[in-house]
């Protein structure tokens, strides 16, 4: 599924409909969240593949569980918190071991945060092509990634996104901070 009319014909084949209480309003507002939800999964998946099977999961688990939903609240975040969840159960049903980080990821990230970039540098980045940019992000570590994907691009406020990945409002503050830092250090050729 690509966008909301794909959505939707995938609700009506499935036969699925919200919970009493729910209303054909909120289905569509859910269904017009697609596009985004395909986003932020290629953000927790990194597979274009997986990402569109998360959006359509979370699409039919937020429609059967309508009536969960507190009207007058940020139907996005909650939206994107059952998204968050089904990839965390997803992820540790997949799980074998611990996750091993990489020697150089670790590096990086030491480096990143002492790294005091020059007007030159800040230049160059400004610069920097949507392509790199984008390759750049796609090699941040999810941890920096979601939060950074969250509140910039889907506009949700610290404390939304907090309560989205489940974490307190300082981590989420500290985590893009150092994303951003490792934006900077890879697009600035630094790392």
């Given at each position: ?24 309003d ?24 997986d ?62 945060e ?26 941040l ?51």
């Amino acid at each position: 599924m690509t966008g909301p009319a794909d959505a939707r014909a995938y609700i009506r084949t499935v036969g699925i409909t919200p919970d009493a209480g729910g209303s054909a309003d909120l289905a569509d507002q859910i269904a017009a969240l697609q596009p985004r939800l395909f986003r932020f999964g290629l953000t927790l998946t990194r597979d274009q593949e997986d990402a569109a099977d998360l959006a359509q999961e979370t699409v039919a688990r937020a429609l059967a569980a309508s009536w969960r939903f507190t009207p007058g609240t940020n139907l996005p975040a909650w939206v994107f918190r059952i998204m968050r969840n089904l990839h965390l159960n997803r992820v540790r049903d997949g799980r074998a071991g611990p996750k091993v980080e990489s020697l150089d990821s670790v590096r990086e990230v030491a480096f990143a945060e002492t790294i005091d970039l020059s007007s030159v540098e800040k230049a160059a980045i400004e610069r920097a092509s949507l392509a790199a940019v984008r390759e750049a992000f796609a090699k941040l570590p999810a941890k920096y990634a979601l939060p950074i994907h969250l509140v910039t691009v889907e506009g949700l406020s610290y404390a939304e996104t907090a309560g989205v990945l489940d974490v307190p409002i300082g981590t989420v503050m500290s985590r893009i901070y150092r994303g951003r830092r490792l934006l900077l250090a890879a697009l600035g050729g630094l790392a």
